[in-house]
């Protein structure tokens, strides 16, 4: 097989993984809440799982690039905002700190899953600008 298949195909497990994650963890701002807190059951699971695929995505990612000699399509730029957006949301709803609010936990939530949705929609659209 090509490296570049192989590396498409580990790549698009891992971001289904990630989208899994993703509503897994959302879930838990939704079932079980303590308080202004998420619910806790299987919290590390999760929260390892999704620092795993994040981290093996942008690995792929970038050995996919490479393999491409860094040739990308404009819509690939709005994907990096759109995946640092979600990135930057979900540590937002996750923080361990007891000042947030249930909302803002929430609210952080539905901006990442919709900049995910996004993504999606985004990766394949693959407009053409």
Do not use: A, G, L, R
């Given at each position: 097989m090509d490296t570049q298949l192989i590396i498409k195909i580990v790549h698009m497990s891992l971001a289904s993984l990630l989208i899994l994650v993703v509503f897994a963890r959302a879930a838990t701002l939704l079932v079980g809440v303590q308080g202004e807190q998420p619910n806790p059951v299987a919290r590390k699971l999760l929260v390892g799982l999704q620092h795993f695929s994040v981290t093996f995505v942008v690995i792929t990612g970038l050995v996919a690039l490479y393999l491409k000699d860094f040739a990308v399509e404009p819509w690939f730029y709005a994907k990096v905002v759109l995946f640092f957006v979600m990135l930057s949301s979900l540590s937002k709803a996750f923080k361990q700190d007891n000042q947030l609010l249930l909302t803002q936990r929430r609210a952080g939530m539905m901006i990442a899953v919709l900049a995910l949705l996004s993504l999606i929609g985004l990766?394949?659209?693959?407009?053409?600008?």
């Open positions: 990766v394949i659209i693959k407009p053409v600008f």
